[in-house]
């Protein structure tokens, strides 16, 4: 299955959100048509710290394989997961179909004590990757950071801790979000310097409003250029201007990537299926 993904000269693909509410399921699936009209090569699922909402995650995921024929992939984490309930997460996947995971850390859950991070099962995500390869029949996929990851000393040892993803069985990697293009052609170049020869997709978030730079990106540790931070000063207070300015940013910054054969793009399209389509069609019309 995974060849389908990578056999053609580029793959497009989006990362949404399970509803918070039980009751929302409807207007999700409707947003799930919208996006699966865009005709992704896969649409990955996230869900809570600790998996919290892994049940919501299979729902979607099953929506998104079973009933648009799409290509779905769950979020997995292992910082708050012994196990067992990894097996049953993985079971679960199974018996819809599934069989695609983004096998991640994740966030330790607020309400998770010393005594319990200290004992978890795997402490970072190549040590469950591991565990499903011999465990379980799936296909997984590892996070990358083309800044590092925040906690990582450096960007070396990131890439040492990126190549152990790769013996320990991930398929291809999705990139964390950037901003400046230029940190990903480095880390590319790095990247291959290190032995890393799978498929490694890049992930690009439009910022559409000013509040996302308090919370997503300041979460993701991107750096922000000059040129976003320019876009944001001049339009940040007209809702409006800010959206319109924010897509095209991510536009741009696609088409710059293309330009320079990275044609495997991620977006993080934020459960925003005219924001997702707008970006699409001016980069493939």
Same mark, same amino acid.
């Given at each position: 299955m995974l060849q389908n993904l990578f056999n053609h000269k580029r793959s497009l693909s989006f990362e949404v959100f399970p509803p918070k509410?039980?009751?929302?399921?409807?207007?999700?699936?409707?947003?799930?048509?919208a996006l699966g009209a865009l005709s992704p090569d896969f649409i990955s699922?996230?869900?809570g710290a600790g998996g919290s909402?892994?049940?919501?995650?299979?729902?979607?995921?099953?929506?998104?394989?079973?009933?648009?024929?799409?290509?779905?992939?769950? &979020?997995?984490?292992?910082?708050?997961?012994?196990?067992?309930?990894?097996?049953?997460y993985a079971a679960a996947l199974?018996? &819809? *179909?599934?069989?695609?995971?983004?096998?991640?850390r994740g966030d330790r859950p607020k309400d998770m004590t010393d005594e319990q991070f200290n004992s978890r099962d795997f402490a970072h995500a190549s040590d469950m990757?591991?565990?499903?390869?011999?465990?379980?029949?799936? &296909?997984?996929?590892?996070?990358?950071?083309?800044?590092? &990851?925040? !906690?990582?000393?450096?960007?070396?040892?990131?890439? *040492?801790?990126?190549?152990?993803?790769?013996?320990?069985?991930?398929?291809?990697?999705?990139?964390?979000?950037?901003?400046?293009?230029?940190?990903?052609y480095s880390f590319l170049e790095k990247a291959e310097k290190k032995g890393i020869t799978v498929p490694i997709c890049a992930g690009i978030m439009p910022i559409t409003s000013a509040s996302q730079l308090g919370t997503t990106v300041t979460l993701s540790g991107s750096s922000i250029p000059r040129a976003l931070?320019?876009?944001?000063?001049?339009?940040?207070?007209?809702?409006?201007?800010?959206?319109?300015?924010?897509?095209?940013?991510?536009?741009?910054?696609?088409?710059?990537?293309?330009? *320079?054969?990275? *044609?495997?793009?991620h977006i993080y399209a934020m459960n925003k299926p005219?924001?997702?389509?707008?970006?699409? !069609?001016?980069?493939?019309?």
């Open positions: 509410k039980d009751g929302d399921f409807e207007s999700a699936f409707q947003v799930m048509d699922v996230t869900y909402r892994a049940g919501k995650t299979v729902e979607i995921a099953s929506y998104i394989q079973n009933t648009l024929g799409i290509d779905a992939m769950a &979020h997995m984490t292992c910082v708050g997961s012994r196990q067992e309930s990894l097996q049953q199974k018996e &819809h *179909n599934i069989s695609y995971v983004l096998a991640l990757m591991r565990f499903l390869k011999e465990n379980e029949a799936l &296909h997984i996929a590892g996070a990358c950071y083309p800044e590092k &990851h925040y !906690e990582s000393f450096s960007l070396e040892s990131d890439l *040492n801790n990126l190549k152990k993803k790769q013996d320990a069985g991930a398929e291809f990697f999705i990139s964390q979000m950037f901003f400046d293009n230029d940190y990903y931070s320019n876009l944001i000063a001049t339009y940040g207070d007209n809702k409006e201007d800010m959206c319109k300015a924010g897509i095209d940013y991510a536009i741009r910054q696609i088409r710059d990537l293309q330009e *320079n054969d990275v *044609n495997d793009i005219k924001t997702t389509r707008e970006i699409v !069609e001016a980069i493939y019309r």
